[in-house]
DNA sequence: AAGTCTTACATACATACGGTATGTATGTAA
DNA sequence: TTACATACATACCGTATGTATGTAAGACTT
């Protein structure tokens, strides 16, 4: 059987991005040499440059697929919901527990702003999370819940609140508790914005 | 004259931190190799590696002082205002100006993070702002302007959407449109507070 | 189907950075 | 003034990234 060249490149492209997921989740961006990386994926340094232009591109990759990744899940939880308020709530709730996940947490919130710099990563958040959060509030406007406001600003604080609750959540001896309070916090500032 | 080894020591440790600084501030961490800080210094890579176990930790020291730096000033401006709500407003105003300058976004908010590991800089935060912030609250609390509640969770969530704040209006095209944006988004969740 | 071109990879190498080991000068105390 | 500690300088080593070069495997052309 004769692979095209497109699943050639596809191949090792995925085997590349899945290798690297997993290490810079572990250990964080530079700490893992692009030789451990590729010796993971089945192939060597030569695949790597060639499909990419530096070990940061490779990197962007993974953010990216994780970033869509976790973006569908919430979307998921939110639009299956049977109503606007529960699906909201149920949208919280995954997106705290997928930026409880350490691959999460290590790669696109610690990593991804410095390696790729904040502009390009909030480049990125812009195109998926940021625009979960947005469709929301615009959904959450129309039905009335919310009053109509500038909602560009406001949802990037929003976004950046619940990503220090997640981390906070994340790195507490009660997680428990501490999900709680911020949740409370959270839910008054929402209440707040209904007028 | 003699100086002491006391004085030999501040002064470069002083003259290390200082170019470190700079560099840093214009450049991010690890763009700025060693012999380039010694050079700027007027020392040697001895030096540096007598006085501090490695670069992070000579990058620590430059995060502590900037902290230190800036949540003087913001101190300043709160307690020399005629009357706390007042005091509050300045002290925003005083941190948005402090998160605008390229250093303290640089280092303090983009590297410190990652290179220190989040729980590091957490503490330092915790130490400095943070604390200053939940001073605030305190004393907001005492003079009736807020409800009494748990400050610990609610301070990081707002210290969060401050910086991010930050953030946007030092990248915005139009940072006066951004700001005003972001101080009403920051007043609302505020006043929500207070009852 | 043979030859040519292009893509996909492997290997070898140049370079740069961080950290250490070793040597030397300067201050300090018995 | 002798013995020691502290403060630095220099030379070196290991390891990482990125590049240059070589090779094999599809993919067109005729």
Redesign the pocket.
């Known amino acids: 059987m004769?692979?095209?060249?497109?699943d050639?490149?596809r191949?090792?492209?995925a085997a590349l991005t899945a290798a690297a997921r997993a290490l810079f989740a572990a250990r964080g961006y530079?700490a893992?040499?692009?030789?451990e990386i590729?010796r993971a994926a089945g192939?060597?340094?030569?695949?790597l440059?060639?499909?990419y232009?530096?070990?940061?591109a490779l990197f962007r990759d993974v953010v990216v697929g994780l970033e869509a990744e976790i973006t569908a899940e919430i979307r998921t939880a939110m639009t299956s919901a049977p109503d606007l308020p529960t699906g909201i709530a149920a949208a919280l709730t995954a997106f705290l527990d997928a930026c409880a996940r350490p691959e999460v947490r290590q790669v696109s919130l610690l990593d991804a702003p410095r390696v790729l710099g904040w502009s390009d990563w909030r480049a990125i958040e812009a195109e998926f999370g940021l625009a979960l959060l947005i469709e929301a509030f615009t959904l959450a406007t129309d039905a009335g819940l919310v009053r109509p406001q500038p909602v560009g600003v406001l949802s990037r604080l929003i976004l950046s609140a619940l990503t220090e609750a997640a981390l906070l959540i994340a790195d507490a001896d009660d997680p428990a508790q501490i999900r709680a309070q911020a949740e409370q916090a959270l839910g008054t500032w929402i209440a707040g914005l209904i007028g």
């Open positions: 004769r692979r095209s060249q497109q050639r490149s191949g090792t492209k530079d893992v040499p692009a030789d590729v192939v060597t340094r030569g695949a440059y060639h499909h232009a530096d070990k940061k």
